[in-house]
């Protein structure tokens, strides 16, 4: 007769304690890694510099000063979805919308823009240097075009570094996009334009 009482009681606080732990990873988790799209304008000064140490980080040879950096934020970026561990942003996605100029641009190159009521630019994907390689990027892209309606339309530029499209990190980024479905419209020594047209499915 003890004995069942101790196992019930046993039982019960198994049971107790596994619904504890199920409820402490969940709220880790939620807590760990979040994924947020927002405009400058409404980021905290915190969000604010942490999103600009992480540019400063991912190009160390910016020659633009903090000033220039938040006016550009402010004023050109459309939207910022932020990848954020432990509260902290560690890795950002910038979009702009396309303008009409832009657009008779990507024309005379001779690209088919189809959906202008949803063309949009990413303008750069940066994540904190001792947190690449780990698929946050990959998550932020993938983010947003889950975001996305079915039709719209996507664009970016990968800068060529030393102005040979043979060498250098450019390759590795243009096979990262590629990988995740976008196709190359034209390359240049300057730059390699890419293009995305999201479909019925998502990645």
């Not at 101790?6 to 606080?13: C, E, P, T």
């Not at 504890?20 to 927002?38: A, F, G, I, P």
């Not at 220039?68 to 509260?87: E, K, P």
Request: proline fraction near 2%; glycine fraction near 4%.
């Amino acid at each position: 007769m003890v004995q069942r009482h101790f196992l019930g009681a046993f039982l019960k606080l198994h049971k107790i304690m596994q619904t504890v732990l199920v409820n402490m990873y969940e709220w880790c988790v939620s807590k760990m890694d979040t994924v947020k799209c927002q405009q400058f304008v409404d980021m905290s000064d915190r969000e604010q510099a942490d999103l600009l140490h992480i540019i400063r980080m991912g190009f160390p040879n910016h020659e633009q000063g903090t000033e220039f950096l938040m006016l550009h934020f402010l004023y050109s970026v459309h939207a910022i979805i932020t990848y954020r561990r432990f509260g902290r942003i560690v890795g950002i996605l910038c979009l702009t919308d396309m303008d009409r100029d832009t657009i008779d641009a990507y024309v005379s190159k001779g690209l088919v823009v189809e959906n202008l009521e949803v063309c949009t630019n990413i303008t750069n994907v940066c994540v904190h240097p001792s947190l690449q390689r780990r698929g946050i990027g990959t998550h932020l892209v993938q983010a947003y075009l889950n975001m996305l309606p079915r039709d719209s339309e996507v664009f970016l530029h990968v800068d060529v570094n030393c102005g040979d499209p043979d060498k250098g990190p450019h390759n590795d980024l243009v096979r990262w996009y590629r990988r995740l479905q976008f196709t190359v419209q034209y390359t240049n020594r300057v730059e390699t334009c890419m293009y995305l047209k999201k479909r019925e499915w998502c990645i």
